[in-house]
């Protein structure tokens, strides 16, 4: 018969087992999807400027997955079903975070902030007072700077399966930005086969916003190849065109009889090459397209992409006015992401959803402005199926 002390001392080591055990299931990723790209969580575990940094697993029920880290809050790889009933990885990313600290400038998957895309030479106006921002794309500031949200470490709460919640203080006049802004992310995974992103923030002092997701697509799998081929459809009759530093001139010009017409499903590739000015400036498409809304507030198709290749289809919804289109025109050849797969030039598409780039000086442009007691909201759904 055990004394009271000896079953006391079995209670609590029998306590500390389950401790660990329900610990130990709680960090493993468990992805139920096919696909051989699978990622380990331990190669996200580390320590970044003092905050813990992690990997983590979003899946539903059919067969869909998506791991996002906390460092840039980067969607790093998703799994997508294809026509053929296994799954294909459709992002960009790195099989480790290691990878991320030595390849910023890509943005692979991160969220971005303050300003998603360029602000000329860095500078604007609130009331009379001049800002100056970092250049981090000379002559101009890109992505909100070096050291923008890409590179900074989110606070994470993993709320259920599906949904993933980060929250960032941006502090009155990090990389040269006005306000100590609060913003919260959430990133939900539908049975839907939806990415729903929800955009949140407030600030004590007013400031510009613009926040968006800069994840690279192919929907034939990230690293297999050109996206030339992926059949394009962007709900836009007019564009911003850009002068030679990618920086809107102010004028919205239509896309008829253009290059940039993808008002109807076109290859990527059709044009991509052609000798007009803008195609010159931007390497290929590095342009803003003015979306056709209906209203202000309402989510609205924006985008739509296939590849013939998986079958499979990614539909862009957003209640922002603008998307950028990038064609990947500065991949490098000689980039090795997951499973050390190549991503080369043109190998990759981004559509980020946004308001106008260099909108702070541009007054024709819709404001990006954010003042006190007001909050910024804005969502995007990025939507795969099988057609």
Same mark, same amino acid.
């Given at each position: ?290 979306? *056709?809304?209906?209203? /202000? @507030?309402? +989510? ?5 992409? &296939? =590849?013939?290749? $998986?079958?499979?289809? #990614? !539909? ?12 990947? *025109?500065?991949?490098? /050849? @000689?980039? +090795? ?5 190549? &991503? =080369?030039?043109? $190998?990759?598409?981004? #559509? !980020? ?35």
């Amino acid at each position: 018969m055990y004394s009271i002390k000896r079953l006391s001392a079995v209670l609590m080591l029998f306590s500390v087992v389950a401790c660990n055990n329900a610990n130990n299931q709680q960090s493993a990723i468990k992805d139920t999807t096919n696909s051989n790209t699978l990622i380990s969580k331990t190669a996200y575990q580390q320590e970044v400027q003092g905050k813990k940094v992690d990997l983590y697993l979003l899946s539903n029920k059919h067969n869909m997955s998506v791991y996002i880290t906390n460092y840039g809050g980067r969607i790093v790889s998703v799994n997508v079903p294809n026509k053929s009933g296994t799954t294909t990885d459709v992002v960009l990313g790195y099989d480790s975070l290691n990878h991320y600290f030595t390849r910023k400038e890509n943005f692979f998957g991160a969220l971005i902030g303050r300003y998603g895309n360029r602000i000329a030479k860095g500078k604007f106006q609130l009331d009379g007072k001049t800002y100056q921002l970092a250049i981090n794309n000379a002559p101009n500031a890109l992505h909100g700077g070096p050291k923008g949200f890409h590179d900074q470490v989110w606070d994470a709460k993993l709320l259920d399966e599906q949904t993933l919640e980060l929250s960032y203080l941006s502090k009155d006049g990090e990389e040269g930005y006005p306000g100590n802004l609060t913003v919260k992310v959430v990133y939900h995974l539908t049975e839907e086969n939806s990415i729903e992103i929800s955009y949140n923030a407030t600030t004590d002092k007013k400031t510009v916003l613009n926040l968006t997701n800069h994840s690279y697509f192919n929907l034939s799998g990230a690293g297999s190849g050109t996206i030339n081929d992926h059949l394009l459809t962007i709900n836009a009759d007019k564009f911003t065109p850009v002068d030679s530093t990618l920086i809107p001139t102010g004028v919205l010009a239509d896309v008829a009889g253009t290059a940039f017409d993808f008002r109807k499903p076109r290859a990527i590739g059709d044009s991509v090459n052609s000798l007009s000015e803008q195609i010159k400036n931007g390497k290929g498409y590095d342009h803003n397209f003015v979306l *056709n809304r209906k209203s /202000s @507030n309402d +989510l609205e198709l924006a985008a739509t992409v &296939y =590849s013939a290749t $998986t079958g499979i289809k #990614l !539909e862009v919804l957003t209640q922002e006015p603008g998307i950028q289109f990038y064609g990947g *025109n500065f991949l490098e /050849s @000689n980039l +090795l992401g997951k499973k050390d797969l190549h &991503y =080369s030039f043109r $190998t990759a598409f981004c #559509l !980020e959803t946004q308001h106008f780039p260099d909108a702070p000086n541009k007054a024709k442009f819709a404001s990006t402005e954010l003042a006190p007691g007001k909050t910024y909201t804005t969502k995007t759904v990025y939507k795969f199926s099988v057609q």
